[in-house]
């Protein structure tokens, strides 16, 4: 049996660094009797060695042959470390999964009560439609390893397998380190799935209070099964981002966590959706933005910081093993960013809007968090904080700009996820190590197949199912028409009394 032949390797090695040890002590001894100032130098001689004999165990076991079964590997060395990065990994999808109740809740607050109901009910709709559209097609298609159907471009997709037997060379190639180093197929997946899932919740935000039901909910699933999986595949997946740019400006383009390829992906996705949808009823009267206003501030704060616990997640599951020193940095660059993102945008809008605004104030947090996504993992401390605090001014100017050219996005998701996504990615060009023509070209992709993606099909719903409630409807809230419940059923809106 393989484990037994490694176990016999560990034993004996073992037994040699305890002789080695005695050694070392009786020849400490014999020089300390002769000349005490040797001492240090055969103390380090001796750590030298050990650590070498240390290394060479290591080796060993590394170099053993590949186990036949999960329950033979459950008995290698590398059983707990594997198990320590798998858990946190997944420990860091189930934080990633929180994000979603983060995102009902600010969605939630910042529109008006009468469409509560229809916004909480897409958001649950894009949990439970993501993850089975991500499980049918979606994942195989954004990793498709030499699969591609378009070399880089494009790669069908296919369902993801029902189980693997774990005493079998399936179970072995997919539940162990053969697999990957730090987790599970299972694993991959499930942390992958609540990516795909936010980035149609993006969406939710930008075209709240006036969208169909039935049409969202087509335009959506579209989105997770087929649109985000294939900028995915271009950088993750090992298309022509992951190497292409490389050999036309010399470096590769860098997006730790989906700057680009999850948050600006949903930000000019949504912007499509938004053109073809047209502003709320009331938004812009007589050439002049009239603030419509959400009803409820707890809720958008509670949110707020619903999402930034998720994104110690969503960064530092990144990592993609519970390495102690990349984790740590990413919760550092993390945190930083968000809070600088938030002081920026508050005293900004004081600056601007003459007074401090809690609205701008919280999406600037969510604009730091979306800019330190890219480079999380490469950016220093201090970085970060700059990095964060020029989203925050950033999302501040970009919310004001599209209420100026009348494109009403009621939670800001656009210019949070979209014009700070794109940011975050240069970002890494300038404070995380990459290059900024190659994170330039390749943000400027990802929003522009989004963009284009989501236009087209928004487009043909609205062809075919219409994209806009009755303006009836509209006045009278998504809640009763699309719904027939309201949310606060025992309490009456300020504007009806």
Not at 77 to 104: C, E, Q, R, T, Y
Not at 177 to 193: E, G, K, L, S
């Amino acid at each position: 049996m393989r484990v037994k032949h490694n176990r016999s390797i560990m034993t004996i090695m073992k037994k040699l660094l305890i002789i080695l040890g005695l050694a070392a002590t009786v020849a400490s001894m014999s020089v300390l009797a002769a000349d005490p100032e040797p001492v240090a130098a055969a103390a380090d001689a001796v750590v030298a060695t050990v650590t070498a004999t240390t290394e060479a165990v290591a080796d060993a076991a590394t170099a053993a042959p590949a186990v036949s079964s999960y329950e033979e590997f459950t008995a290698t060395p590398a059983f707990p470390k594997f198990v320590v990065d798998n858990l946190w990994v997944l420990i860091s999808a189930a934080l990633v999964f929180i994000m979603h109740a983060g995102f009902a809740t600010v969605e939630t607050g910042l529109t008006q009560s009468k469409n509560t109901v229809n916004i909480l009910f897409k958001n649950v709709f894009i949990v439970c439609m993501g993850v089975l559209a991500y499980a049918a097609w979606g994942f195989n298609s954004m990793y498709p390893g030499d699969n591609w159907t378009i070399s880089g471009i494009f790669a069908l997709g296919g369902p993801i397998p029902g189980s693997f037997d774990p005493a079998t060379a399936d179970g072995v190639a997919n539940l162990t380190n053969a697999y990957n180093p730090a987790y599970t197929y299972w694993t991959d997946f499930i942390f992958q799935a609540m990516f795909a899932a936010t980035a149609a919740t993006i969406v939710s935000g930008a075209v709240a209070e006036r969208i169909k039901l039935g049409s969202f909910m087509v335009g959506a699933t579209v989105l997770v099964l087929v649109g985000y999986p294939i900028t995915g595949s271009w950088e993750w997946g090992g298309g022509w981002l992951n190497s292409g740019l490389d050999k036309m400006f010399g470096a590769e383009f860098i997006d730790f966590a989906g700057s680009s390829l999850v948050h600006a992906f949903g930000g000019y996705a949504a912007l499509a959706a938004v053109l073809l949808l047209g502003p709320r009823k009331g938004k812009f009267v007589g050439g002049k933005v009239r603030p419509i206003l959400g009803h409820s501030m707890p809720l958008a704060t509670i949110g707020v910081f619903l999402l930034f616990l998720g994104w110690f997640g969503f960064n530092g599951g990144s990592v993609l093993s519970a390495d102690p020193a990349g984790v740590s940095l990413v919760f550092v660059t993390t945190t930083v960013a968000g809070c600088a993102g938030g002081l920026a945008a508050a005293f900004t809008s004081w600056g601007v809007l003459k007074k401090p605004d809690l609205s701008m104030t919280l999406n600037g947090i969510l604009a730091g968090l979306v800019g330190i996504t890219a480079g999380a993992d490469t950016t220093s401390a201090w970085g970060a904080v700059a990095v964060g605090a020029i989203a925050g001014v950033l999302v501040v100017f970009a919310v004001l700009f599209f209420d100026k050219i009348k494109i009403d996005d009621p939670v800001g998701a656009v210019s949070v996820h979209g014009i700070c996504g794109n940011w975050g990615t240069i970002a890494v060009g300038i404070f995380g190590g990459g290059k900024f023509m190659t994170q330039l070209v390749g943000t400027l992709a990802v929003s522009a197949f989004a963009f284009f993606f989501s236009l087209v099909v928004f487009g043909i719903v609205k062809a075919v199912l219409g994209l806009r409630v009755s303006e009836e409807e509209e006045v009278e809230g998504l809640d009763v028409g699309e719904h027939g419940m309201p949310a606060y059923p025992y309490f009456q809106p300020v504007a009806e009394r």
